[in-house]
């Protein structure tokens, strides 16, 4: 609900132990102006024309990519002065406010920090392509998400059966990672790490409205669905990855605060085209950007001998780089011209995400003016001044919202082994249509034509444990075409996922019939109540499915590369030295949560392997 804010606002084990002491006492921040550049950030623009940045210099780490993993890793590593680092990102720096204030990420779907991806046509949704949000930007997916911090349950990790992965083993990463300025608990939380967690700063009664209705019709309540010592089953309060209001992603808590280290050179609006291999070795990467060569003219950027690449793309770039450099199913990398690096099957398959429908439902004529929608725009589609002096004064209201805050987490008749496989995110605010990212399209002409958002309620129906598989491929050898990318929603045999968003909606309508609900609600706009029957609602799925942006997968961790796994324990390449993959992408089985905060989590700990390998 972000539409107008960028222009108003800017108008009004011992080893391991030993590593997680030094990396608590080591500084996570120096000073630096807020806004300010640092000098080693080079972009294409400052460069000089056909000079590679990277010129006379070797690393001992290069970064392939600047998202939330990236961010993690070039704080930590380059903590050491005398490791020299080169972070490479395809977007640009992280400058606009639509990443910093939380209710504007509405506006970077489809824009210049967007990689606007979608996938191949998928027969089984309708013959529809669906469109999967990406942060193109120093912070990555970070800067442009919901800011929901949710790690998924113990059994989650436990599940990956990854020698030193399991629930007891990451804990203390994720605690190391955190401050959490509301849930003062050090068995569960972390109270001085980088990234702030914090409750929402933003309250509706329609909130309430939604917690009563769901207690009504049974549902327990959960005061902190990230404590591992009870269920994750019930409803209550998401907490945000924000710091009093402000969008907490990779780039502001842990990149740049150290942005000025002399050892750290950070590239930005520049594209890796491949990794660079002798033999299995990789000794490190080629890249590009347009702004220094128009015609693409390919640079090289080179490791010192015991140097590594550590591939933090994500689980849609990742993989199409390896492929590119000919990491993946020799056949398939033959077929298309690619000279094969090391036959590794697995690299883009796996591919999982929570995929999600949605009901919505208009309020009575008499609490009209009563959402989140209209706290923040006013009956024109103007940005309310109110919204805007309490987020500049306080950090607080609806400007500091990205709606779907509040929800809970349940085990449907679809669920397996009693874990909850449909998360409800109550968002007090109406969607335009039913599939979540359309409605900001079409509140842009509502807008032009000086109409009002209508005031409403949705609930947005993730499911949190979905067990499609799809696969990401590259397309030709061009690096800037985009991959083949097939999501395989509800491709799962027993159709799991569908029975799960299928009863989602059926929860929905049931929350929105209580007592509690029924008295602020008008009615239904999405599906519709004449979509009643199962037969029907399937149809409905299948037409407005779409994305929760939680992809992981597509390297997946484990011991075993011919039953498709990529990385070893370490987050090594199979049959490669010299290269790594810390990233979403080596997360074996998707957490029933939000997955940033499993990407942070991965990120720290492999620092600290890094850390650990060059202090051994």
């Not at 080169?86 to 204030?101: F, H, Q, W, Y």
């Not at 190391?176 to 914090?198: C, Q, R, S």
């Not at 090289?300 to 015991?306: P, S």
């Not at 519709?528 to 799925?541: L, M, R």
């Amino acid at each position: 609900m972000g539409g107008g804010i960028l222009k108003q606002v800017n108008q009004n084990q011992s080893k391991s132990s030993i590593t997680r002491s030094r990396l608590r006492k080591t500084p996570i921040s120096t000073a630096v102006p807020r806004g300010v550049n640092s000098r080693h950030i080079v972009s294409a623009a400052a460069s000089q024309i056909n000079a590679n940045p990277t010129e006379g210099k070797k690393f001992d780490y290069i970064i392939v990519g600047g998202g939330l993993a990236g961010c993690v890793l070039a704080n930590r590593l380059s903590a050491d002065p005398n490791v020299n680092i080169l972070l490479v990102e395809a977007g640009p720096d992280n400058t606009s406010r639509n990443t910093k204030i939380p209710a504007a990420f509405t506006r970077i779907f489809r824009s210049d920090l967007d990689w606007n991806l979608f996938t191949e046509r998928q027969q089984a949704l309708a013959d529809r392509q669906v469109y999967l949000p990406r942060g193109k930007v120093l912070g990555g997916s970070s800067s442009t998400n919901a800011t929901l911090y949710m790690r998924g349950s113990s059994d989650d990790y436990d599940s990956w059966g990854v020698d030193g992965w399991s629930s007891k083993d990451v804990l203390e990463w994720f605690k190391l990672a955190e401050t959490n300025a509301d849930i003062k608990d050090p068995a569960v939380h972390g109270t001085d790490g980088p990234m702030h967690v914090e409750n929402p700063r933003y309250n509706n009664f329609l909130h309430q409205s939604f917690f009563e209705a769901a207690k009504e019709i049974g549902i327990p309540a959960n005061s902190d669905f990230n404590d591992w010592r009870h269920k994750q089953e019930g409803y209550g309060t998401f907490q945000v990855t924000q710091d009093r209001g402000v969008r907490a992603d990779g780039y502001r808590e842990y990149l740049r605060p150290i942005i000025n280290r002399n050892n750290l050179q950070i590239l930005t609006g520049t594209s890796v085209t491949k990794v660079l291999f002798d033999q299995k070795k990789a000794i490190g990467v080629q890249f590009t950007t347009e702004e220094v060569s128009t015609m693409r003219e390919r640079m090289t950027a080179e490791l010192k001998a015991d140097g590594e690449v550590i591939m933090s793309s994500g689980s849609i770039h990742t993989p199409h780089i390896l492929q590119l450099s000919g990491v993946g199913d020799d056949a398939a990398l033959q077929e298309l011209g690619i000279r094969p690096t090391a036959n590794i099957p697995g690299v883009g398959k796996n591919l999982q995400d929570q995929p999600a429908v949605l009901v919505a439902s208009p309020l009575k004529r008499e609490l009209d003016g009563k959402s989140l929608s209209d706290h923040i725009y006013n009956a024109s589609g103007g940005l309310r001044k109110r919204a805007i002096l309490a987020y500049l004064l306080f950090g607080k209201g609806p400007l500091t919202s990205t709606g779907c805050d509040r929800g809970a987490m349940l085990a449907t008749d679809a669920a397996e082994g009693g874990a909850p496989d449909l998360q409800i995110r109550f968002v007090p605010g109406m969607a335009l249509d039913p599939d979540g990212v359309s409605t900001y399209t079409r509140f842009g002409k509502f807008q032009k034509e000086g109409k009002k958002w209508p005031s409403g309620v949705t609930f947005q129906l993730v499911a949190a444990r979905a067990h499609g598989q799809g696969s990401v491929c590259i397309k030709s050898d061009d690096p800037f075409e985009s991959p083949l990318i097939n999501s395989g929603y509800l491709n799962d045999q027993g159709g799991k996922d569908l029975a799960t968003l299928r009863n989602g909606i059926h929860i929905a309508r049931k929350i929105a019939s209580s007592k509690a609900m029924s008295s602020v609600l008008d009615g239904e706009l999405f599906p519709g109540e004449d979509i009643s029957t199962d037969n029907a609602i399937e149809e409905y799925i299948r037409k407005s499915i779409h994305s929760s942006n939680a992809l992981v997968g597509t390297c997946r961790m484990g011991a075993n590369p011919e039953s498709g796994d990529v990385v070893d324990k370490d987050l090594r390449i199979f049959g490669l030295t010299g290269i790594r993959v810390v990233d979403a992408s080596v997360i074996p089985k998707i957490p029933g949560g939000q997955t940033g905060a499993a990407t942070v989590m991965i990120a720290e700990k492999a620092a600290a392997m890094l850390v650990g390998k060059r202090e051994s």
